[in-house]
């Protein structure tokens, strides 16, 4: 089970002081907790993908390379990578060379993005989206797998005997998530491929992403990839904790009231009720995400939202802290145990490139010649 944390990068005023964070600010604070994700002994810090204000992370590839540099065993991901408006070229040798930068320290998860007005600055029509997509996608994967691809599509021009550099380390692309917030479609592509589904599970009720989830699993048994609770699930989730719960819900809730995204609409109370949202103490915490698998079954990943609506970095850092120090230790003991042998773990570059070696070897020896009983006698 792997544990992280995931940001949007929004540059929001902290409604308790009125200040905004400078861009250059709220990116080198990114940056910070990543390297406190890996201090605090997470898995995973994932940033969104944005090309309009009030966000900052129009480039993941730079931030994680960066971040890389500054890490050694954090994995680098995305919450979101933009498979409908970026080249699948672009994404296809961008990601391979942050490989090799971070030693297979990457993966990422694709989505269509929930800005609508992103499509036409970078040339594409949103409602093809989901076409959009399925066609960059199948380049995608296919340019990381073959040396030289020919391809003719929509929405691209066509490739002749191209090849991407550079080419994915030790032959293994990055494990792909797709990520989905409604659409049945994504859920079904990551099925198809046998690739991890991401549920976004923020905004909405748990019902909504139950649908998704088990459209997904009974999917991915349907395709041949294992059977429906071998399915590689991941899972967002929000948080802000104290050691006295009373205290978060007091302190959290200016942030949460004039939050650009959820302010304004239904109390704290309602949402922490409806959705995933845990205000509190570290062992409500605790007792909520252990309830998602409850509601979900046994899944892979976890990443959490700490760093939005405008918190100051200093609080952020202290909420990595009781993640680390009380909550995912707990959290990443309970989940070990409950899982059946069979449940795989969340995948790694290390288990896909053993698992690309063992497959090899395997082939090589259904393929290898046989000799026939004489011919072994008469040697």
Do not use: C
Not at 167 to 194: C, K, M, T
Not at 280 to 300: C, H, L, V, W
Request: negative net charge.
């Amino acid at each position: 089970m792997q544990f992280g944390v995931f940001t949007v990068g929004d540059v929001t005023t902290d409604p308790t002081t009125g200040r905004t964070p400078t861009e250059a600010e709220r990116i080198k604070a990114m940056v910070t907790i990543a390297q406190k994700a890996e201090e605090v002994g997470l898995d995973v810090f994932a940033t969104g993908e944005h090309h309009n204000p009030p966000f900052v992370p129009s480039s993941p590839t730079t931030m994680l390379g960066y971040v890389a540099a500054r890490t050694e065993r954090l994995i680098l991901s995305t919450s979101t990578t933009l498979i409908t408006t970026n080249d699948p070229v672009k994404i296809a040798e961008d990601f391979a060379m942050l490989q090799h930068l971070a030693d297979g320290r990457v993966d990422l998860m694709m989505g269509r993005g929930n800005t609508g007005p992103v499509y036409p600055w970078f040339g594409k029509d949103i409602t093809k989206g989901i076409e959009l997509a399925v066609e960059n996608y199948d380049l995608l994967r296919r340019l990381w797998r073959e040396d030289v691809v020919d391809w003719k599509g929509r929405f691209r021009t066509p490739l002749r005997g191209f090849t991407s550099t550079p080419r994915p380390l030790d032959g293994v692309p990055p494990f792909v998530w797709h990520g989905s917030i409604r659409s049945p479609e994504i859920a079904e592509q990551a099925a198809y491929y046998g690739d991890g589904f991401f549920a976004n599970h923020i905004f909405w009720p748990r019902e909504h992403f139950r649908r998704l989830i088990e459209l997904y699993r009974t999917r991915f048994e349907h395709y041949g990839h294992g059977s429906a609770d071998q399915a590689v699930v991941g899972l967002g989730g929000q948080v802000f904790l104290h050691r006295n719960s009373q205290e978060a819900v007091r302190r959290f809730r200016p942030y949460f009231d004039n939050a650009p995204v959820y302010g304004h609409g239904p109390s704290l109370e309602d949402f922490t009720e409806m959705t995933p949202l845990t205000v509190g103490s570290p062992a409500e915490a605790i007792d909520k995400t252990m309830g998602f698998r409850e509601y979900f079954g046994d899944y892979q990943r976890q990443l959490f939202l700490v760093d939005h609506a405008g918190l100051p970095l200093k609080t952020v850092l202290e909420q990595l802290d009781l993640l680390g120090e009380e909550v995912v230790p707990t959290l990443r003991k309970e989940f070990d145990a409950l899982r059946p042998a069979h449940v795989p773990e969340a995948p790694t570059h290390r288990s896909l490139v053993a698992a690309a070696r063992a497959a090899g070897e395997a082939r090589a020896a259904i393929e290898v010649p046989v000799a026939e009983p004489d011919a072994v006698v008469a040697r």
